[in-house]
């Protein structure tokens, strides 16, 4: 009998591929989301429809469904894992959760690379909302350590079956956000890169079939019940070592301008001129993720590739900021 999985949200971003990677080993597939982002995903896959933030509409379209193995690609609060522990104790083999390095960054106290034992202790006080960058950042932290904690007491109160994966940035080819493809299309354009003239975090980010691995690996293991696991890719780069990566694997030359953040801030370019130089980066020791699941992580320059690989072959589509183009351009020049 085929595995029952069911996948909350399941079409964006790394959603196709975990829908692809499970019925490639015969799991017989259910999505349940709004229905509002349109797809490519096989017919055989089921759908069903409604608002999970909603805790009546989870109820009303899950109630007495059973499911082998869940995944939640959109699970952000503390509530929203109280409504799936009750909607689903009792009723599901697996419930992997994806979480986020920024249970890290709220953290007082600890560096990078951040290793799981990392994750307890005090947690920064609310920055003020007028600051809507610094709170909207330490929110999303808080909020996804409100969820693990969740998880957490229900395991040790019922063992609700749940794993964390904590995701650094999340380099793919479906990503939403587009933040490599538009580092590919100012590359392309042969004009600047404007980054901030400082050094900036590390980039330790994760390729997103890797993310796709180590869900596949718990669904063919009974490993990591209860645990929380950091996924993330062997080497650590500096942006502009990134950078260059990537216009040479695109055979072109790379322009790199050093501006002040408050310059960028103040034309309102970032951070769309340099999504990697945000201060909200995590980096992420992976080395349970290997001992105990047995992860494999793709090489960055072979990730690379492919990444190019795939923006050459697609069609071409517009890009949140890319249209403040010509002004970046111009500051550069003002340099």
Not at 131 to 146: C, H, L, P, T
Request: proline content about 5%; aromatic content about 10%.
């Amino acid at each position: 009998m085929p595995m029952r999985s069911l996948i909350i949200g399941g079409t964006r971003n790394l959603g196709p591929s975990i829908v692809h990677a499970l019925l490639q080993r015969e799991h017989d597939v259910t999505v349940f989301n709004r229905g509002q982002t349109r797809d490519d995903l096989p017919e055989e896959v089921k759908r069903l429809r409604g608002d999970r933030t909603n805790p009546e509409e989870l109820r009303s379209v899950l109630t007495g469904r059973e499911f082998d193995f869940v995944i939640d690609t959109t699970l952000y609060t503390g509530a929203e894992a109280e409504a799936v522990v009750e909607l689903f104790k009792g009723r599901v083999g697996r419930y992997i959760f994806l979480s986020t390095g920024q249970v890290y960054l709220v953290r007082v106290g600890s560096e990078r690379p951040y290793k799981e034992d990392d994750y307890a202790g005090p947690v920064m006080a609310e920055p003020p909302k007028s600051n809507v960058s610094e709170y909207e950042n330490w929110r999303y932290g808080f909020d996804k350590r409100a969820a693990e904690d969740t998880f957490a007491s229900a395991w040790a109160k019922d063992k609700f079956p749940f794993t964390s994966l904590r995701l650094p940035m999340v380099n793919s080819e479906r990503d939403h956000y587009d933040r490599t493809y538009g580092y590919f299309l100012r590359i392309q354009d042969e004009g600047p890169i404007l980054i901030p003239d400082e050094d900036g975090a590390p980039v330790r980010h994760v390729y997103g079939e890797d993310v796709v691995q180590a869900i596949t690996r718990l669904a063919e293991s009974d490993k990591g019940k209860g645990r929380a696991y950091n996924i993330g890719q062997d080497e650590t780069l500096s942006l502009v070592g990134f950078l260059k990566l990537l216009a040479e694997t695109m055979h072109c030359p790379l322009k790199i301008v050093r501006v002040p953040r408050e310059e960028l801030n103040r034309e309102g370019l970032l951070p769309h001129c340099s999504p990697f130089s945000g201060k909200w980066m995590s980096s992420l020791d992976n080395a349970r993720s290997k001992t105990e699941l047995g992860m494999q992580y793709t090489p960055v320059a072979t990730y690379v590739k492919k990444l190019v690989s795939y923006f050459q072959a697609v069609r071409s589509h517009t890009v949140e900021g890319y249209q403040q183009r010509a002004r970046e351009v111009e500051v550069a020049k003002s340099r």
